[in-house]
């Protein structure tokens, strides 16, 4: 796809509507400007097709949603960052930091307010809700699973995530529709633009997977861009439980010498960051050259102080992370991190649900990494 679509508007589902919820605005308005862009020349076209809603509180700390106009008979995109805490409410006049279970609770109270009059619910929650929570362990609850087989009792057709932490938690919905897309071609292209003179071969580049988990992203970055593939192992000590999880004991590498190579490592979440680090120190100490880390979201739970020493010592040498969740103001200050916009490939998604089209071209972006790394290498 691109900018120059031809569009037959008969072929849409119904008319497009999007509710960018509180703390998805920016994501939302990016959104909407290319959708704009591409249906200007059909009948649905309008200068916006944002929603405006609310979810008021009282002082109590309850909650309503309201939409501030009508949705009847649109196919409805409703936008949600669960992981936006830069968003507050007060209660009882003390100022209170949104939850991911707040933003979940708002997402429910916006689809009850469209009262079942929207043709189609869409829901686009780029990092799920409770996805880090995606199995069960002795006795305890599977948030994730349970809130999507909600979500589905209150009419949702499609669930739109982002690099889910565990994407077999779609088996919880078998019969609703459920898109795990991966911004590969978005980082890589990203990468592409931001790191002078990268080189891209087996001599020079490799592919490190930070752990098990992550091993299967890593591998399709490996295979797309044509050079070898490492991982680290996670030891741990599972006798004991720190911060919810078995603490690492220490980080095992397996795979062919780093010596002189720039590194990638994709993981989905850079949570404090610790892994990350801890693996960098690691590859320096085998004389590997560049290391460079992504993750899809990027919160820095314990701040980036850590990083700002790596990046000033030299360990790591570059961050990325895309803007499908909240950054705040002093991470986009920092030279080591580079964003990576999705809002455009988002945008596609919507474009093919919207017109009931095939989305296979959309989800897999070989083709593209095949054109880019051609381009470069002529």
């Known amino acids: ?55 008021p509180r009282f002082s109590s700390g309850d909650g309503k949603g309201l939409i501030k106009s009508t949705v009847r008979g649109k196919d409805l995109f409703i936008i949600i960052d669960v992981g936006n805490y830069n968003c507050k409410y ?11 279970d707040d933003h979940y609770q708002d997402l429910k109270r916006i689809i009850q307010a469209a009262s079942g009059k929207a043709h189609r619910v869409n829901v ?27 979500l589905q009792a209150m009419g949702v057709s499609n669930i739109i995530c982002c690099d889910a932490h565990d994407p077999r938690v779609n088996n919880a919905v078998p019969l609703m529709g459920f898109d795990n897309i991966m911004p590969t071609y978005q980082v890589l292209k990203a990468m592409f633009e931001h790191i002078p003179n990268l080189i891209v071969d087996k001599d020079n580049f490799m592919v490190i997977s930070p752990d098990e988990g992550a091993l299967n992203r890593n591998m399709y970055y490996a295979s797309a861009l044509g050079v070898n593939l490492g991982m680290f192992y996670k030891r741990r000590d599972y006798s004991r439980i720190v911060n919810g999880r078995n603490p690492i004991v220490a980080h ?5 010498s780093v010596e002189g190579k720039t590194i990638f490592i994709a993981d989905d979440i850079i949570s404090s960051g ?31 102080e850590k990083f700002d020493q790596a990046y000033k010592d ?11 969740t909240y950054r705040t103001p002093e991470l986009l200050s920092r030279e080591w991190f580079n964003e990576v916009d999705v809002s455009k490939y988002i945008a596609h998604f919507i474009l093919a649900l919207n017109h009931d089209m095939s989305i296979s071209n959309v989800i897999d972006p070989h083709e593209k990494i095949k054109n880019m790394l051609a381009e470069r290498h002529s």
């Not at 939302?28 to 979810?55: F, M, P």
């Not at 007060?90 to 991911?100: D, G, L, Q, R, Y």
């Open 1 to 55: 796809m691109n900018d120059s679509l031809n569009l037959n508007s008969e072929t849409c589902v119904a008319p497009l509507g999007i509710i960018a919820m509180q703390g998805a605005s920016e994501l939302g308005n990016k959104i909407n400007s290319y959708l704009v862009r591409w249906y200007k020349d059909t009948s649905y076209a309008k200068d916006s097709y944002l929603i405006d809603c609310e979810c």
């Open 90 to 100: 007060k209660i009882f006049e003390k100022e209170n930091c949104m939850s991911p």
């Open 124 to 150: 686009i929650m780029p990092i799920l809700y409770g996805g880090r929570q995606h199995r069960r362990s002795y006795r305890e609850s599977l948030d994730c699973a349970c809130a999507l087989q909600e």
């Open 252 to 256: 095992e590498y397996l795979g062919d």
């Open 274 to 304: 610790e892994s990350v680090l801890d693996i960098a120190y690691e590859l320096k100490k085998r004389n590997a050259n560049k290391i460079y880390a992504f993750a899809t979201y990027g919160l820095f739970v314990n701040g980036l």
């Open 314 to 324: 030299g360990y790591i040498d570059g961050v990325f992370g895309t803007n499908l």
